[in-house]
């Protein structure tokens, strides 16, 4: 099945990288939605296995094998875009300690909603706060969502999104 707004995450997220040059400690894990080869996987105890695994995030962003940035992306519809399903997204990174090579630290978690819906874009607004005021829980610290159609984030909504993925490994990188 193609997703070709998880694409379009993953290929702003690749230009960016190589634009900036990140160093090379920082490594993109991309999920198979987003072109990657492997699943991305975190568990909930070391002991890795498919019980004790939480979730398959789009987007994992390490340094040193350290996790610091999870990225999960909804398409359009719906059943994807459900409070419940945005909300327990988080929660399974809350709940998590590691990943397929490494452990969890001062995680930033962002989510990127597409939708066109006004009232959407606002429920996301209200998530965000709420979880904000949550924080730090577990490994994660710092929480996001971006919500816009492919045109929106294409406009201004990558600049954006890339800002705070920079904001993110910049304040991860003496933690």
């Known amino acids: ?8 995450i993953a290929n702003s997220i690749q230009a960016q990288v190589q634009f900036l040059e990140w160093p090379a400690n ?11 080869l492997d699943e991305n996987q975190l568990f909930c ?20 094998r350290e996790l610091k940035v ?15 399903k945005i909300n327990g997204k988080l929660m399974n990174a809350i709940c998590s300690c590691c990943y397929q090579d490494g452990e969890l630290k001062d995680v930033w ?20 706060q709420k979880a904000r005021e949550l924080l730090p829980l577990g490994p994660v610290i ?25 904001e993110a490994l910049q304040s991860t990188a003496t933690r």
């Open 109 to 128: 978690f962002v989510q990127v909603i597409q939708t066109a819906i006004e009232t959407k874009k606002q429920q996301c607004q209200y998530i965000q």
């Open 142 to 166: 710092n929480y996001q969502i971006f919500a816009a159609t492919q045109q929106d984030y294409l406009h201004e909504g990558e600049e954006k999104f890339l800002k705070h993925i920079e």
């Open 70 to 84: 999870i990225v999960e992306i909804e398409e359009s519809g719906e059943s994807n875009q459900a409070p419940v």
């Open 26 to 36: 920082y490594v993109v894990h991309f999920g198979l939605d987003c072109g990657g």
């Open 1 to 8: 099945m193609e997703h070709p707004f998880h694409l379009m």
């Open 45 to 64: 105890v070391d002991e890795k296995s498919n019980v004790t695994r939480f979730s398959k995030p789009d987007i994992l962003i390490t340094r040193d």
